[in-house]
């Protein structure tokens, strides 16, 4: 997960991230129990752990695609039980495996993302679609 911090200054004491006690249950499973994490801007952390660890499920709350069960999130110096949709937009999530459209070529693909994503930036991509020769 990447986490854009262009508005946040490098020496600034507010973490980018951080949880309390941050937890998830799918009914009498608990999939991630009570995790405390504080991220500022410049570091850099990754989840590991065994296959049912809870990694997807962490993920999944600190995007904002899965609420948290109990406990506190931080985005940003904001505390919301929520991510809220002006945050998910700083916020960038690559999964382990990609699915893409068989039927569907690069380019084409990125036209069809890009309609989930308000600041896609059309230049941007086709600057590095040149760069990796993307069809």
């Known amino acids: 997960m990447t986490i854009a911090t ?19 249950r799918y009914g009498k499973f608990n999939a991630v129990k009570n995790v405390n994490i504080t991220v500022y801007k410049g570091e850099t952390y990754g989840l590991i752990g065994r296959n049912g660890a809870g990694k ?12 948290p069960t109990s406990g506190k999130l931080e985005l940003f110096g904001q505390q919301s039980r929520e991510v809220t949709n002006k945050i998910k937009l ?46």
């Open 56 to 67: 997807t499920s962490m993920l999944q709350m600190l995007s904002g695609v899965a609420p």
């Open 90 to 135: 700083d916020i960038g999530f690559v999964p382990q495996e990609q699915v893409f459209y068989p039927w569907m070529n690069g380019k084409q693909l990125a036209k069809f993302l890009s309609g989930f994503y308000p600041s896609w930036d059309h230049d941007t991509f086709k600057a590095l679609a040149e760069r990796i020769a993307v069809p």
């Open 6 to 24: 262009s508005e946040i200054p490098d020496n600034s004491p507010v973490p980018i991230l951080k949880t309390l006690d941050l937890s998830k």
